[in-house]
């Protein structure tokens, strides 16, 4: 009967803290998404960082790094090991990536809410090609909503490892994605993300900055994510990488000119 009532309350406190995990993640989540959205269509205009220069370059070039640099080095097993640090014992490696989404959503929230802007302007858009570029702006969101979704919103939103623990079973991740925008391209997310980075209608030299460093980061970082699908996928991806153009829709761009 004690170990019954054991079990019970155990079970309990494991889907509390499951929930409580999995809350933190997604308001997180939700607000650095806003945030991102806000400031990258102001062109950078708008943020609460208000540092004098010189202080505020170093501060932004360090802003601007951290995401790159720790959201990578956190998908290598060193820092599965890290990950597993912000997780009780028993769960920590089921909560991997509620917590890399956590800690993703933070890098974002500081990047986009710290920096201090220059007021240096490039372009500001009028009328009616403010309304064009706003179009494309939306949808990159659009085409970055759609293909986080095929690749597996579970993983991408960090709920994988939440729910798994809620219902107390392994982390099942999703199968390789072949449909959809990864039909086009194998790297529909950064391409969505570079179209989001160059369609604001206001240009400043903050956000030019940011957007030719990220367009480089979403061209070459997903090299190092194929090196791990070939080791994970085998033949399959192998198959798949050879009749699929990598970050552009060759196929679809020849297709439409054919036409």
């Not at 604001?200 to 970082?221: G, N, R």
Request: proline residues 5%; hydrophobic residues 45%; charged residues 10%.
């Amino acid at each position: 009967m004690y170990f019954r009532k054991y079990l019970y309350f155990k079970n309990i406190k494991t889907k509390l803290i499951s929930i409580l995990y999995g809350s933190v993640c997604h308001i997180i989540f939700v607000i650095s998404g806003m945030c991102m959205f806000w400031v990258l269509y102001n062109g950078f205009t708008v943020s609460l960082g208000s540092v004098r220069q010189p202080l505020s370059i170093v501060i932004n070039i360090f802003l601007l790094l951290q995401f790159p640099i720790l959201h990578s080095f956190l998908l290598t097993n060193s820092g599965r090991r890290v990950l597993r640090f912000f997780a009780p014992r028993n769960y920590a490696k089921t909560l991997e990536t509620t917590v890399y989404a956590t800690i993703a959503s933070i890098q974002l929230l500081l990047l986009f809410l710290l920096w201090t802007p220059s007021d240096i302007i490039i372009y500001d858009l009028k009328y009616p090609f403010n309304v064009l570029n706003s179009l494309f702006f939306i949808l990159g969101w659009v085409l970055l909503g759609i293909s986080s979704i095929q690749a597996g919103y579970k993983v991408q939103t960090g709920s994988l490892g939440w729910i798994s623990m809620y219902l107390s079973e392994k982390p099942k991740f999703p199968p390789m994605p072949v449909n959809g925008l990864f039909k086009l391209m194998r790297q529909p997310i950064y391409f969505s993300f570079c179209i989001v980075l160059w369609t604001s209608p206001t240009m400043t030299l903050d956000l030019f900055f940011l957007a030719f460093f990220y367009s480089l980061y979403c061209y070459f970082s997903p090299l190092l994510k194929e090196k791990r699908f070939t080791k994970l996928y085998g033949e399959a991806f192998l198959n798949y990488k050879k009749n699929t153009p990598y970050f552009f829709p060759t196929q679809f761009f020849n297709f439409i000119t054919k036409k």
